[in-house]
């Protein structure tokens, strides 16, 4: 995720956090320090760490049970609104969702579960009433927050766990399609719900509506998409109309035909129109900042790309997009040579307009190399 900053890496995992949560972070302090000064600041902002404390560790369960079923978690973010941990995959299994979702909240419960019995043994169950007190405050607050994290994240609407606890359930029933677009019309409902009750009583409930309703809409699409996308190739989404660098060419050279083009992913060729990686706009940039515009395309471009074939199913090679991180996959025939280039803006266009028109195909054009 674009501007967050690498804090630590736990378990392979790296955890970033957002130039907004540090934003976030000073209005608080800002806030207390307002209200009570210098050691309400203090207080303030260490229990909001404490808090984002919990919601990481909330993360790590999902990124955990994800792992126990090969799927990896290359990072967590913390923003303002919470965590987000990037898995590279969702679970293909009705039942491994099912875990996965539940592990998020379930270390929310635990972790109430152990400050509340953790406050009751060393200072007494009398003093959880008193909640004003050093010490037990904190972790009474620290508890009451955690269980409401859990019971929010398992209201059964997307984006939260309990809209993929609910998609699992139903999709052990039924096709996953199906499952997702009831469990998003069930989002939708609640986020109604939220917004009517939000009028009359907390204000604070419509945002939340919005939010809902929003990513009900989202999971729902992305659903669509996968549906439509699973009978498709390869060969009807990948561009065969653009400009390859040869292995020889410069940086400078790379540059004007990205100003020359709409291009923004340069397959870069040896003699034999054999891939050997592919050049983003992004590592012109970074390379250009570094002061190396004569330097060679195999230099600056990226050489860890997966490849894919014509013929493989389209859904595949997004899966490999994502897994990768990169925005192109180049497309190479049986002797290894390119043919086309796939991208995400590419296969988005496709399904729109299969969407509308099944029948359409498109024509196949020649590769220009530069």
């Not at 389209?314 to 390119?338: H, N, R, S």
Request: glycine share 8%; net charge negative; with cysteine.
């Amino acid at each position: 995720m674009r501007w967050s900053i690498k804090i630590a890496r736990v378990a392979g995992i790296e955890v970033k956090i957002h130039i907004t949560f540090v934003l976030f972070l000073a209005w608080i302090g800002f806030t207390y320090y307002m209200i009570g000064g210098i050691n309400a600041a203090i207080d303030g902002t260490l229990f909001v760490l404490a808090l984002f404390g919990c919601v990481l560790l909330h993360e790590f369960g999902h990124a955990i049970a994800a792992k126990s079923f090969g799927i990896q978690t290359p990072d967590i973010t913390l923003l303002p609104i919470g965590g987000v941990a990037r898995m590279l995959k969702i679970p293909d299994k009705p039942h491994q969702e099912f875990i996965v979702a539940l592990a998020g909240p379930s270390v929310n419960f635990i972790l109430a579960a152990v400050l509340i019995y953790f406050a009751g043994t060393q200072f007494g169950l009398e003093y959880l009433e008193d909640l004003d007190k050093p010490g037990v405050a904190v972790m009474g607050k620290l508890a009451t927050v955690n269980i409401m994290l859990a019971v929010f994240n398992l209201i059964p609407a997307f984006p939260m766990d309990g809209g993929r606890v609910l998609r699992s359930l139903l999709a052990m029933t039924m096709n996953y399609s199906r499952a997702t677009h009831i469990a998003a019309g069930i989002g939708q409902g609640l986020a109604f719900l939220f917004a009517l009750v939000g009028l009359f009583y907390n204000p604070m409930l419509i945002f939340i509506a919005l939010f809902v309703y929003l990513g009900a809409a989202q999971e729902a699409s992305m659903a669509y998409t996968k549906d439509i996308s699973t009978n498709l190739l390869v060969s009807e989404a990948m561009m065969t109309h653009l400009m390859t660098l040869q292995k020889d060419a410069t940086l400078d050279d790379a540059v004007e035909a990205l100003l020359r083009t709409s291009q923004h992913e340069f397959p870069v060729v040896d003699e034999y129109g054999r891939v050997l990686g592919v050049l983003t706009r992004d590592n012109m940039i970074a390379a250009l900042k570094r002061n190396k515009s004569n330097a060679p395309v195999i230099e600056v471009m990226r050489s860890d790309v997966p490849y894919v074939m014509p013929y493989d199913p389209l859904d595949e090679a997004f899966k490999k997009m994502q897994e990768c991180g990169c925005t192109a996959l180049p497309v190479v025939d049986f002797d290894g040579k390119f043919v086309g280039l796939i991208t995400a803006e590419n296969v988005e266009e496709l399904l729109m307009v299969r969407s509308l028109r099944p029948d359409i195909s498109r024509p196949i054009w020649r590769v220009k190399p530069l």
